[in-house]
């Protein structure tokens, strides 16, 4: 799993899951397998709400949970990207150092739209992993288009500087 060969990983988590071993990193990378190699994003989603009710302190398990449900949600796009943003808050409450969880929040609150919320949570993963180039350039992109629609909705509002004679 650690070498990303997760086609070989899948069913070796699966024998050590089904033996029984009550690991929740294990559960977080079966879960994973199970999402996008095994195409069974509902029986991922059930093996990682039952260990985050035996496991509730491990924030990989809600971060997982938002991932899975955001990409592979069963769901409405919008009903899945609320579930992954309460996820992934969960994640963030437990574990508030951790800049992927705040960057996914990012592209979640983006997706639906929420550019604010989005930028808040961008520059707060940004704060605790500034050299991360791909979430650089998504708050870059994400300011720009901020900044454009300030100047588009001032615009249209009628708010122009005038000068004094």
């Known amino acids: 799993y650690e070498a990303e060969d997760f086609k070989k990983a899948f069913p070796l ?3 050590a899951f089904e033996g029984g071993v009550d690991d929740p990193e294990l559960v977080v990378r079966l879960a ?3 999402a996008t190699i095994g195409g069974d994003t509902e029986g991922a989603l059930a093996i990682l709400r039952e260990s985050a009710g035996k496991h509730p302190d491990y924030p990989r398990t ?25 996820y992934t808050l969960q994640a963030v409450k437990l574990d508030s150092t951790e ?6 929040l990012g592209m979640f609150y983006d997706r639906r739209g929420v550019g604010d919320s989005a930028a808040l949570w ?8 500034s050299d991360h180039p791909e979430l650089n350039a998504r708050l870059a992109q994400l300011e720009a288009y901020l900044e454009e629609q300030a100047r588009a909705d001032s615009a ?9 004679p």
């Not at 800049?99 to 996914?104: G, V």
């Not at 961008?122 to 992993?129: D, G, H, I, S, T």
Request: proline residues 2%; neutral net charge.
């Open 32 to 34: 994973y397998c199970r």
């Open 122 to 129: 961008l520059r707060a993963a940004r704060e605790l992993k």
């Open 99 to 104: 800049w992927r969880y705040k960057d996914n």
């Open 62 to 86: 809600f971060y997982e949970l938002g991932f899975i449900s955001s990409e592979f949600g069963t769901g409405e796009p919008a009903e899945n990207l609320r579930r992954a943003i309460n």
């Open 13 to 15: 988590l699966e024998r």
């Open 156 to 164: 249209a509002a009628g708010d122009t500087l005038e000068l004094a």
